[in-house]
């Protein structure tokens, strides 16, 4: 039984790979990172974040001033439209990642999924 099991899972993550959404996100990130100012911004924002995760690992808070550069690229980053129809993209199969989630879990448990089945609202959403 757990071969089946493997194999559907197989079968689903080929679905999913063959989807006009994983198929578009694809398309939109090879865009982004085939522009030199889009790359620059992604690294750029990358080493910020390293080196502010370094500091928090000796115990450093970050000053106002480190956050606002955080937001400030962060903005910076989303002006680039490239970067800002990638996010865009990959927000939306992240959701749709989801609603497959929920119906494995919808043929796990056999409950049909709630009007509103966000695990992480907790149950007064």
């Known amino acids: 039984m757990s071969d089946v099991v493997l194999e559907k899972a197989l079968e689903l993550g080929k679905l999913?790979?063959?989807s006009e959404k994983y198929?578009?996100?694809r398309e939109k990130?090879?865009?982004m990172m085939s522009d030199a100012d889009a790359v620059a911004l992604i690294e750029k924002f990358q080493h910020l974040q390293h080196s502010h995760q370094m500091m928090r690992?000796?115990?450093h808070e970050l000053t106002d001033e480190q956050l606002n550069e955080v937001y400030a690229l962060?903005?910076?980053?989303?002006a680039n439209p490239l970067i800002r129809e990638f996010a865009e993209i990959q927000d939306q199969f992240q959701k749709?990642?989801?609603?497959?989630?929920?119906r494995i879990s919808e043929g796990i448990?056999?409950?049909p999924p709630e009007t509103h089945?966000?695990?992480a609202c907790g149950p007064y959403a």
């Open 57 to 59: 690992m000796q115990g």
């Open 117 to 119: 089945s966000c695990s």
């Open 16 to 18: 999913i790979a063959n």
């Open 74 to 78: 962060e903005d910076q980053m989303m």
């Open 96 to 102: 749709f990642l989801n609603q497959v989630n929920e």
């Open 23 to 25: 198929k578009t996100m």
């Open 29 to 31: 990130e090879a865009a």
């Open 109 to 111: 448990e056999g409950n």
